[in-house]
């Protein structure tokens, strides 16, 4: 069931907007971020054995078991306050935490109690649509973070449409990975809010 304009998607994804940004650590931001890096490679194999572990437990129970729904959603909050700060939204270094509240990213998806023991076994199928928007899209995304990215150099500030298009981009594409990754039954939206 897929949400409707007057519904919100049951995960939250939002960037506070910085007034102003720095113009020398755009050059070096990945290269700060590579510590969280090699944390989120480890975790990212760690979501995968979770989903696996969850399919079975979805087919045979209808639940995630919430203690592992809540190890990706923290994993994932993680990985959003990193690409926030190599995505150049965001100067503060993000903290080696996925705790809520500690960076100014939001991300928050809600625990179903029970989820279909059928939709499983299409979930990536039915998301491929969105694959094809996203991949074309991502181009579209590109060029939109390299204008930022000369914006910031020249001005200090990121360009707001811009701001928001790569904040509702990556929104989207959550939305579509917690469907495809078992933790919500709602198809997503082809929408940037």
């Known amino acids: 069931m897929a ?38 490679y480890a975790l990212s194999g760690l979501v995968q054995a979770i989903t696996f572990i ?24 993680w990985q959003a306050n990193v690409n926030a700060y ?17 960076y100014p990213v939001t991300f928050a998806v809600d625990y179903p109690e029970r989820l279909s023991r059928l939709l499983i076994f299409v979930k990536w199928l039915l998301a491929f649509p969105h694959y094809i928007v996203l991949a074309l899209l991502a181009f579209v995304g590109l060029v ?19 701001f928001n298009f790569l904040v509702g981009l990556a929104r989207w594409s959550w939305r579509v990975q917690a469907y495809t990754y078992l933790l919500r039954d709602e198809y997503p939206p082809f929408s940037f809010r």
């Not at 960037?15 to 720095?22: A, C, D, I, K």
């Not at 190599?86 to 500690?102: C, K």
């Not at 939109?144 to 811009?162: D, K, N, S």
């Open 86 to 102: 190599v995505g150049l939204m965001r100067d503060e270094y993000p903290p080696f935490s996925w705790e809520e509240g500690r």
């Open 3 to 40: 949400a409707t304009a007057g519904q919100t998607y049951p995960l939250t994804f939002d960037v506070t907007y910085p007034e102003r940004l720095s113009r020398l650590l755009i050059f070096v931001k990945w290269l700060l971020a590579l510590p969280h890096w090699i944390i989120l």
């Open 144 to 162: 939109a973070w390299v204008m930022a990215w000369f914006a910031i150099l020249i001005t200090g500030h990121f360009p707001r449409a811009l």
């Open 54 to 77: 969850a399919w079975f437990a979805i087919l045979f129970t209808g639940r995630y078991p919430r203690e592992l729904f809540q190890l990706v959603v923290k994993s994932w909050r």
